[in-house]
């Protein structure tokens, strides 16, 4: 069972074996989204005829993804943090790395530091690079600091020491006196979470991590609880940032592994189909009600990226954490559409969300959005909305934009509906050519994955501006990041920072340390339960040449160095990463390898089993009127997916629905069903 907390929607995916996987969308509750996931569960346990109690008894494996925890961070609520850091260095985290998007505007406020400076502390104790003693830690000071900790009522509580990535006994030492004398209070240690040399990096980390712990730790208790209070009886993973899974209770412990855990997943499923199609290059879309996210998978490999900001690029606060390379705009099915006073039209940022929701929904929304003009424009069917859930008011929609855009812009309200889904088709492409054309790739080049339950309204119109001919619309795509986590791995990475020259390697240190780092791996391998298989542990390195400043990211093609010939390796694959990324090599210089890396990771499920069932071939096409702007109004042909029988064709204009989400083939494009059960739109005009 995968579960994917959105804005808009909370999506349920059921897989089992034996039987086809069934896919559900509950309306996400505010501020409780357990309702929501539990609203799902019970639409899960209707369709299969029995209790919630019943369905949760025979979940074996339930995989969960949230946005709680970026949602904390943005609002502001997430907890009440003090960071104590080294004596003479309380400003990390308004230093930062340095950086600005305008150099030449001086007018930009300088952000404030992600835990302001009243709640920072000075630790006196100093630890050298190479791990000596310089100064002994005062534990005196210690303990006055905890004493000023309780008096400004600190919920949580960041520890970033200088050098404590080479020795943690200071870090270690502090953490055992805030055991002793603030109970209760949670608090994370920089070496533990994020052992990387770049001191910025560690301590953002570090501070965003300990600011979840209390909000998260009580959201996975109590999701937890009540879950296993309605008779779930299985482990309970989590969705992380970086494309994988963690057990709730390492979620716990390392909360930031949650921020835009939701839209990684789409790319780990979008990858699986772009293969089936055989496209190596693959533009992956998540239209939700919220969010446009997109992302592009490369000779099948995930997006990845160490950039990774939460608000503006250099005015937000950076993870410091590698994860999945997704962009977001606000540009979902619920995103409102307006008229500014200059006569100008708007569409998102802002959305309905689920409640109110859009006009249409008939739950108080007075402001339009874009699925009321995919209303409208007859493109969904009012009565067939979310598999016939919900009806859908198509007056109340055309009222709303015949108020709120046709009537101040002058036009008609078929055309005012096509404005607003223009619009909005803008601000994807737009978002689209970030990852594509700004990097040197041609989207004529790509396939485009079509995810999301807002997807198909526009995706054809998108991929046509991006002259991008094949559009995939996965069976499970109005559940994208639903169905990545079931395709998804268990994850966690192990580093170790250890300085080496190659001009001067150790290979028995060396081999130390990966032996070290596998019985890590093998550790976390036995706490992943009976049902992990796959299990496979990538080892890298982070090296550079002398006086570079930043590291790249090497594998290992092995797991140690048995011969010199393993390290002589080691250096051409580094060139050779360093030629790919920078277009240049310096074979006759030395590499600097600063640390070591193991990635273990498992499958708990088989991807190729997750697909809808299919209800049998049955030509049972309608017709309705639509309206596009080659044709105008027109009565064209509405297909059911579930019903179309593989390498059926269909010629646009044209309605594909399904359950929860609608294709529009628009005039000129041709649609065929495949035998995975998915629809490839070839969108030429």
Known sequence: MSIDVGGTFTDLMVDEPGRAATMFKSPTTYPDPIGGILGAIELAAQARGVGVEALLGETEILFHSTTRAINAVITGNAARTALLATEGHPDILLIREGGRTDPFNYRVPYPAPYIPRALTFEVPGRIWADGRVHKPLDEAAVLAIIAELKANKVEAVAVALIWSIVNPAHEERVAELLEEHLPG????????????????????????????????????????????????????????????????????????????????????????????????????????????????????????????????????????????????????????????????????????????????????????????????????????????????????????????????????????????????????????????????????????????????????????????????????????????????????????????????????????????????????????????????????????????????????????FAREADVAALIADFHARHTELFSFRDDGDAIEIMSWRALARCRLSDPTSIRLAQEGAVADSTRRPMYFRETGLTEAPAYRLEHMAEGEEIAGPAIVDSNFTTIVVNPGARAVRRPGGHLVVRSAA
């Open 185 to 560: 209070v949670p608090y994370t240690l920089s070496h533990r979470l994020n052992p990387t040399v770049r001191e910025y990096r560690r301590t953002s980390s570090c501070a965003i991590d300990a600011s979840l712990k209390p909000i998260m730790s009580d959201y996975l208790r109590t999701l937890k609880a009540r879950l296993e209070g309605r008779g779930l009886k299985g482990q309970i993973f989590a969705v992380t940032s970086q494309g994988g899974l963690v057990d709730v209770a390492d979620l716990a412990e390392r909360p930031i592994l949650a921020l835009n855990s939701g839209p990684a997943m789409a790319p780990v499923a979008g990858r699986f189909f772009a293969e089936a199609e055989g496209a190596r290059t693959a533009i992956v879309t998540d239209a939700g009600g919220t969010t446009y996210d997109v992302s592009l998978v490369r000779e099948g490999a995930l997006p990845w990226t160490r950039e990774t900001w939460l608000g503006p690029i250099y005015q937000g606060n950076l993870t410091g954490f590698p994860s999945v390379d997704v962009k977001s705009v606000g540009a979902g099915g619920g995103s409102i559409a307006r008229v500014d006073a200059a006569g100008l039209l708007h569409v998102g940022p802002e959305s309905a969300g689920s409640t109110p929701g859009p006009v249409c929904y008939g739950r108080g929304g007075t402001r339009p959005t874009v699925t009321d003009a995919a209303v409208v424009l007859g493109y969904i069917d009012p009565a067939f909305f979310l598999g016939g859930q919900m009806s859908l008011g198509r007056e109340a929609a055309r009222e709303a934009i015949a108020r709120e855009v046709a009537g101040p812009l002058g036009i008609g309200v078929e055309e005012a509906a096509l404005s607003v889904l223009d619009l909005a088709t803008e601000s994807m492409v737009h978002a689209i050519e970030d990852i594509t054309v700004k990097q040197g790739i041609d989207p004529e080049e790509t396939a485009m994955i079509g995810g999301g339950g807002a997807a198909g309204i526009n995706a054809v119109l998108i991929a046509r501006r991006l002259r991008c001919d094949t559009v995939i619309f996965p069976d499970v795509g109005a559940a994208l990041s639903a169905a990545g986590a079931m395709m998804s791995e268990l994850t966690t990475e192990f580093a170790r920072t250890a300085f080496m020259k190659t001009t001067a390697f150790d290979r028995e240190k060396a081999n130390a340390i990966i032996a070290e780092l596998a019985a890590q791996a093998q550790g976390f391998f036995a706490k992943a339960g009976p049902h992990a298989r796959d299990k496979r542990i990538d080892f890298s390195i982070e090296g550079r040449y002398p006086s570079q400043v930043w590291e790249i990211d090497v594998p290992l093609r092995g797991d140690g």
